[in-house]
């Protein structure tokens, strides 16, 4: 593996210095100008791949050095070793000036397909990428000298069209097209002759080889394809192979009509009045272009490999291939009919028996993705309702497999590639959103960013309340997952038998029990469910916090803080009053009903707390409308100690919001009500009265609520002397030593505040102005308002006409 | 395509934290920036473009250590679990740890692109593809490719480095992963290509 020996020479390889590079690199090139290929050498250019690749900032090796590479690289007869190397080196030192390479003149396959990896290396610097295609494309063209194989330059070809589409002219891509169509569907369907290994003992007679064979074993009757097994495969079959891979790649570059449009994904846009049910018949197909003939056999193939992969594969990597075959076979007849609609018809009926065959077996579940995005991209145009497709697909698939990390993956990907398109269309997509949500609380890491892009899309005035509450309930989640996964895993006759009175021992066995059976069937839904009430997850989410240090349950905690700020940075956008208290209600209702983790519970509390200043600001009629709750809030003293940031935050939103300003049904006997509860609450932190304890919290919310305590009195002025008087108590209660010593510094700024307002409270009409400013003085624009601005002006004038020249300096 | 394949050091241990992530291999196929110039580039350009694509390829290499070392915390096994192995045991590729993400254009390369990850005890490999590539057969093919490389580069025995080998695993990716084409390959076709590569690579 990786071992202390590994870890010395990458060390030596970085501290190598300039000096003993050239040596060593003169040692090599004496090596290979004697024609030395041997062992040595090969060794010594390991050691030189390594020193070159190991850092960061490029090594500088002479430019004669380099060109020595080169040499060596291109000789007829260099083993394969020696030119793999060279071409790693070079390219590890790409992008280079001193390259002279060319692929012009070069005829071996082979060796084109090395020097085009070191060529492209370069970054098209010099228009590598169109020289080398125009190479390929050359050499495909011609006849290949005898024992070489077209098949190193497929791969190569393929990567060029990646790079860069243009570098083919039209009468190269039609030759290409031709060949694809000759390599794809004319294969040989008898398996190649295997090279006699030679000897004294064979037999100079081969044995005659037998046709190919299926993956269940049986005669194949039909044209070859990559799902078809041979002990030994022929050339073209090769191609057959190569084609393929390459297939959806250059139908996207070369395949659409008009101008190269390579990778669009746009749905198909088809005038509906020249749909024709009727596609080319194979009798005509010999008289379409190359184009057009690609596709007809492109089609035909992937129509074979979907009736292929039906059969039982003998072994499992082909079992495997034939699921990836299915997927890739889906995508190109995709792509197929969004360059030319005739085929959509033959296509909707041929994935329609599909999903009906692999809807109930999760092991080909990953193929229903691209079959719902075949439907979302075509149905349209065919005017066919896919709507069941969408339904199995949301409602099953994450229920069932949230615990496949790639297909969780490539599920939230299909989700958001789609999002426009499922939130205008699909009202399963939002419905579904406790699914969803598994993913995520199954797969967080992975998936929390992509998470940050859909939760917008699923967020509406529908389902916020109830999304609320799941994102608080993302750790519970995570935790049932777990448990409904073990619950499946454990055989029946080990479920013990339990007694309907008794409590389940343990979480597992809490899943069959029928207390809370129900509990986690909720928890565990596959829709929306916006009349159920989550306040019956309580005795579950006592009971799984014995879960709370799995380390799946944590990492699904983390993510929740910044779902939550996302959430609510989206809904106050669209929300109006109605929700706005409801969330606000929900807010205060949770946040006593948090997962058991610390560390989880003090970082919602933060966010809910921030939040509910988000709110306020948004709807400042809310405090009044809530009064009566959040006077209930604010009037626990318990809640002070456990939550004592929401605590802070709402008896700041009382103090500011409660006012004939913000709301005019605000009453001065509801003002002097809420005065009443907070002057209780700050009585029971700061007893007046000797008593043995003192309590203590944190001075923050002492001076909170002596600043809202003093802006009420500030508007219902019967206050204001009980307010003074209450606020001398406080004044000579922390000048007491003993408050002193349990307070330290806080007291000053305490007894400063107190201060402070005590003389604005002197001052009612001042105190009013400073406390409880009204809008226009809240946000001053001196220099808009003309009544404020015209004194500034005028002062202004004066200075410039009095001091003339003197003003300006210098 | 697949535009990088890269194998590099996996920190599982909580001791090793303090350890850097190393990219012991790397090949990029084909280049990101494919812009044409006029005049004759500045060596001092040329050097920041393969400095910027060394800095690509390990900040992929961090990431799936990170995604590695989060889905071992999952896993609730003890970490050193994963780092005992009996010399003659075959490994099950179907228990190594795996997973998939996504790195947005911009964090590190400028398009949208996928990282498939699977790490074998130290050594994490990983092939970074273009967004809606077959996962399904990336997948496939990183496995045989890791299975490949375990065997003739012969990674697990006592002693056995990935490094000083690069001719044998430039040969293997150019075998299995030729300038970064998935192959769809059924069984057959990769015993053919393992007879060949065992040819090759005993010489």
Same mark, same amino acid.
Do not use: W
């Given at each position: 593996m990786f071992t202390a020996g590994a870890e010395s020479l990458l060390r030596q390889a970085r501290e190598i210095q300039d000096e003993e590079l050239r040596k060593f690199s003169s040692r090599i090139t004496s090596l290979l100008q004697n024609n030395d290929l041997g062992n040595e050498t090969i060794d010594c250019l390991q050691r030189l791949f390594l020193i070159v690749s190991v850092t960061k900032y490029g090594r500088k090796l002479d430019s004669k050095f380099v060109e020595l590479l080169q040499t060596v690289m291109c000789?007829? =007869?260099?083993p394969q070793q020696v030119q793999v190397l060279c071409a790693a080196i070079l390219r590890e030192m790409s992008?280079?000036?001193?390259l002279t390479l060319?692929?012009?003149?070069?005829?071996?396959a082979k060796l084109l397909s090395l020097v085009s990896s070191v060529l492209l290396?370069?970054?098209?610097?010099?228009?590598e990428v169109s020289a080398v295609g125009q190479r390929v494309v050359k050499v495909l063209e011609g006849r290949l000298p005898?024992?070489?194989?077209s098949r190193h330059l497929l791969p190569l070809l393929s990567k060029i069209i990646s790079l860069s589409?243009?570098?083919?002219t039209e009468d190269q891509t039609n030759l290409v097209n031709k060949r694809m169509v000759d390599w794809l569907r004319y294969a040989s369907v008898q398996q190649g002759v295997a090279?006699?290994?030679?000897?004294?003992?064979?037999?100079?007679r081969t044995r005659q080889p037998g046709p190919i064979t299926e993956v269940d074993g049986a005669v194949s009757t039909d044209f070859f394809t990559v799902l078809s097994i041979g002990q030994c495969y022929t050339e073209d079959q090769w191609l057959n192979v190569q084609t393929f891979s390459m297939l959806r790649e250059w139908l996207q570059s070369?395949?659409?009509?008009?101008?190269?449009?390579?990778h669009s994904d746009d749905k198909s846009e088809v005038?509906?009045?020249?749909?024709?049910?009727?596609s080319a018949t194979s009798t005509s197909s010999?008289?379409?272009?190359p184009k057009e003939r690609l596709r007809e056999k492109a089609f035909e193939y992937c129509q074979r490999l979907i009736e292929q992969s039906n059969r039982r594969a003998l072994k499992k990597p082909d079992g495997d291939l034939q699921k990836a075959c299915l997927i890739e076979a889906i995508t190109i007849m995709d792509i197929i009919c969004r360059q030319d609609s005739s085929y959509v018809y033959r296509t909707l009926s041929c994935l329609k028996i599909l999903h009906g065959r692999i809807s109930g077996d999760l092991a080909y579940a990953r193929a229903l993705l691209p079959i719902a995005q075949f439907f979302l991209n075509h149905s349209e145009t065919a005017a066919v309702d896919s709507e069941a497709i969408y339904k199995h697909l949301f409602t099953r698939i994450p229920a069932q497999l949230f615990h496949s990390p790639v297909l969780a993956f490539e599920f939230i990907q299909f989700c958001r590639d789609n999002v426009r398109f499922c939130t205008e269309n699909l009202s399963i997509f939002r419905q579904s959103f406790p699914n969803l949500f598994k993913l995520l609380a199954w797969n967080s890491p992975a998936l929390i960013s992509e998470f940050v892009d859909l939760l917008p899309a699923l967020l509406g005035a529908d389902t916020a309340i109830e999304i609320l509450h799941l994102l608080l309930d993302l750790p519970c989640l995570a935790a049932a997952l777990d448990i409904q996964l073990r619950s499946a895993s454990t055989p029946i006759s080990e479920r013990a038998a339990w007694d309907p009175a008794a409590k389940p021992a343990s979480c597992l066995e809490a899943f069959r029990h029928p207390l809370y059976r129900s509990m986690f069937q909720y928890l565990l839904r596959?829709?929306?469910?916006? =009349?159920?009430?989550?306040? =019956?997850?309580v005795p579950l989410r006592q009971l799984l916090a014995?879960?709370?240090?799995?380390p799946r349950v944590v990492q699904a905690a983390d993510t929740v803080p910044v779902l939550l700020h996302l959430f609510f940075s989206v809904v106050v956008e669209f929300a109006d009053g109605p929700l706005v208290n409801q969330l606000v209600l929900v807010l205060l209702e949770r946040s006593e009903q948090l997962y058991e983790i610390p560390a989880f519970k003090a970082d919602v509390h933060r966010v809910l707390s921030s939040q509910l200043v988000l709110l306020c600001k948004r709807h400042p009629s809310l405090v009044v409308e809530l009064s009566k709750e959040l006077l209930e809030f604010a009037g626990t003293i318990g809640n002070i100690r456990n939550k004592e940031d929401i605590f802070t935050y709402v008896v700041w939103a009382i103090g500011e919001y409660m006012s004939l300003a913000c709301?005019? =049904?605000?009453?001065v006997e509801q003002i002097n009500k809420v005065f009443e509860v907070l002057e209780a609450m700050l009585f029971e932190m700061v007893p007046l009265r000797p008593s043995a304890s003192i309590p203590t919290c944190s001075p923050r919310v002492i001076t909170v609520l002596m600043a809202m305590l003093t802006k009420l009195a500030t508007r219902s002025q019967d206050l204001i002397p009980r307010m003074s008087l209450f606020l001398s108590k406080m004044r000579a209660f922390f000048q007491s030593p003993a408050m002193i010593s349990v307070y330290s510094e806080d007291s000053e700024e305490i007894l400063a505040r107190a201060t402070e307002l005590m003389n604005l409270l002197k001052m009612p009409s001042v105190a009013q102005f400073v406390l409880t400013p009204s809008v226009e003085v809240a946000s001053p624009r001196f220099h808009r308002d003309t009544n404020v601005s015209l004194p500034l002006a005028m002062k202004m004038a004066t200075r410039l006409l009095e001091r003339g020249t003197g003003f300006v300096p210098g | 395509m697949v535009h990088a394949f890269l194998i590099h050091t996996l920190h599982?241990?909580?001791?090793?934290?303090?350890?850097l992530c190393r990219v012991l291999y790397s090949r990029v196929f084909g280049s990101e920036r494919l812009d044409q110039l006029a005049e004759e580039p500045v060596p001092r350009d040329l050097e920041k473009e393969r400095l910027g694509r060394k800095e690509q390829i390990l900040a992929v290499a961090r990431q799936v250590d990170s995604a590695c070392k989060l889905l071992h915390q999952t896993s609730?096994?003890?970490?050193s679990d994963f780092l005992i192995q009996l010399p003659d045991e075959p490994i099950s590729l179907q228990d190594a740890p795996a997973g998939v993400f996504r790195l947005p254009p911009?964090?590190?390369?400028?398009e949208n692109k996928t990282v498939l990850w699977l790490g074998v005890l130290s050594l994490g490999f990983a092939l970074v593809c273009d967004p809606h590539e077959n996962l399904m057969l990336a997948e496939n093919t990183l496995r045989l490719m890791v299975k490949c490389l375990l065997e003739h580069l012969k990674?697990?025995?006592?002693?056995?480095?990935?490094?000083?080998k690069a001719d044998k695993t430039e040969i293997i990716l150019s075998k299995?992963?030729?300038?970064?084409q998935l192959l769809f390959l059924n069984d057959q076709f990769v015993q053919v290509l393992e007879k060949e590569l065992s040819a090759c690579l005993s010489k």
């Open positions: 000789l007829p =007869r260099c992008p280079c000036s001193s060319s692929c012009d003149e070069i005829q071996d290396a370069q970054g098209n610097k010099k228009a005898e024992g070489q194989s589409p243009a570098s083919l090279q006699p290994s030679g000897g004294f003992f064979s037999s100079p070369y395949g659409s009509d008009g101008a190269n449009s390579p005038d509906g009045s020249v749909m024709s049910m009727v010999r008289l379409l272009p596959v829709e929306a469910a916006p =009349r159920d009430s989550p306040e =019956r997850l014995s879960m709370a240090d799995c709301d005019e =049904r605000c009453t | 599982t241990r909580s001791g090793d934290e303090a350890g609730g096994r003890p970490a911009g964090d590190p390369f400028c990674l697990l025995s006592q002693g056995s480095d990935v490094v000083l299995f992963l030729p300038h970064g």
